[in-house]
Nanobody, 123 residues
């Protein structure tokens, strides 16, 4: 199996900064895309940012210029640096990864999620 373990999050004032990290572990052969999604109160889960194994990225329009995603391929870890945070960034943030893992029948690709971490932006 594959586990995604998130860290970071918490309470921050508007205009502040916060960082998230997510480490994947297990019998991992390779990881293609890694990303962050969020789900605010009463809202659907949405993509925040995503980074592919080659380094290309995409961001939600609402976070462009404020958030930065990066990854350490050797450590199977993805990071999200969040700056100039706004009240509307308040949400549970989920890590996601497209992982190819080893099984007894060969490599198998699946979509995995972390447990979520709360980010609250409030004065």
């Amino acid at each position: 199996q594959v586990q995604l373990v998130e860290s970071g999050g918490g309470l921050v004032q508007p205009g502040g900064s916060l960082g998230l990290s997510c480490a994947a572990s297990g019998r991992i052969f390779s990881i293609d895309a890694m990303g962050w999604y969020r789900q605010g109160p009463g809202k659907e889960r949405e993509l925040v940012a995503r980074i592919f194994s080659g380094g290309s990225t995409n961001y939600a329009d609402s976070v462009k210029g404020r958030f930065s995603i990066s990854r350490d391929n050797a450590e199977n870890t993805v990071y999200l640096e969040m700056n100039s945070l706004k009240v509307e960034d308040t949400a549970v943030y989920y890590c996601n990864a497209d992982v190819t893992r080893w099984t007894t029948t060969g490599p198998t690709t699946g979509d995995y999620w972390g447990q979520g971490t709360q980010v609250t932006v409030s004065s």
